[in-house]
């Protein structure tokens, strides 16, 4: 982490002992107000059913050392938590966050499904019917941004090539909370008042097609949005959500900083 990085962790966003109702927050030591700092709010991926905030630690870490308070949220994966779940426990979370550290505007990045949870929050910030249907209340905050990495546009993870496992997948997050399934397509969603974006993946990763898919169509459609990837004759091969996994390679370090100097470009 670096004798320069404060991490006070497992705060509870809901009261209770379940350390899936918590979240991490970074800063520099020698910031003398870090809640004046812009901050960033960071959810976790792991294919909806699993993966940890303390995995994102280190990339919080890196992201601190460019003058940001950065919190990394834990919620309930499934079978235990559904997306229905996932998705109130994120916004439970973010409000919580916000109401803390008193800020009325935050950036949201997430990695592969915390980047589809991203998304999906993004979309029913504005968008009452989808609250209803998800069940929750989001703040006046706005969203300045969104980093997404090894971006997924849909909740079938997988490349099209593991159809069973996508369905099994869907299956699995979509028990009890059915009825959301309306509200769990992207592209259908849009609306007008997304925040600008950052995608970042690299060629080797299995979901780079994924990735460069929905970033051209955020293309067509005009949307706000720059992109970040790693050819394979550039480095050594890379797995997928690299630069969150292992923020100290150098290829990391230029991607991320990629998307810090995009946020501060807005």
């Not at 899936?20 to 709010?41: A, F, H, V, W």
């Not at 979309?123 to 997404?148: C, D, H, R, S």
Request: charged content about 25%; glycine content about 4%.
């Amino acid at each position: 982490m670096g004798k320069d990085i404060e991490i006070k962790e497992n705060i509870p966003y809901v009261e209770g002992n379940d350390t899936l109702y918590t979240y991490d927050y970074i800063y520099e030591k020698n910031e003398t107000n870090p809640s004046s700092l812009p901050l960033i709010i960071n959810i976790h991926g792991g294919a909806f059913t699993g993966g940890d905030k303390k995995i994102n630690k280190y990339y919080a870490a890196f992201l601190a050392k460019y003058h940001y308070q950065v919190a990394t949220i834990n919620y309930h994966y499934a079978p235990a938590g559904n997306l229905q779940k996932q998705v109130q426990d994120c916004i439970l979370a973010i409000n919580k966050i916000l109401n803390t550290y008193k800020k009325n505007e935050f950036y949201l990045t997430g990695d592969s499904s915390g980047s589809v949870l991203v998304l999906l929050i993004s979309l029913l910030w504005n968008n009452q019917e989808m609250q209803k249907a998800y069940k929750v209340e989001v703040p006046t905050a706005k969203i300045k941004a969104l980093g997404l990495t090894g971006t997924q546009a849909s909740i079938n993870m997988f490349p099209s090539t593991m159809k069973p496992f996508n369905n099994e997948n869907r299956r699995i997050i979509l028990n009890g909370c059915e009825n959301i399934e309306k509200y769990t397509n992207i592209e259908e969603l849009w609306n007008n008042k997304m925040p600008p974006i950052y995608i970042m993946s690299a060629e080797e990763d299995v979901c780079y097609k994924n990735c460069y898919t929905f970033d051209k169509w955020l293309d067509k459609k005009n949307h706000p949005h720059q992109s970040y990837y790693l050819k394979k004759d550039e480095t050594e091969k890379l797995y997928h959500c690299f630069n969150v996994i292992r923020p100290d390679l150098d290829c990391s370090k230029k991607m991320n900083i990629a998307m810090i100097n995009y946020f501060k470009s807005l």
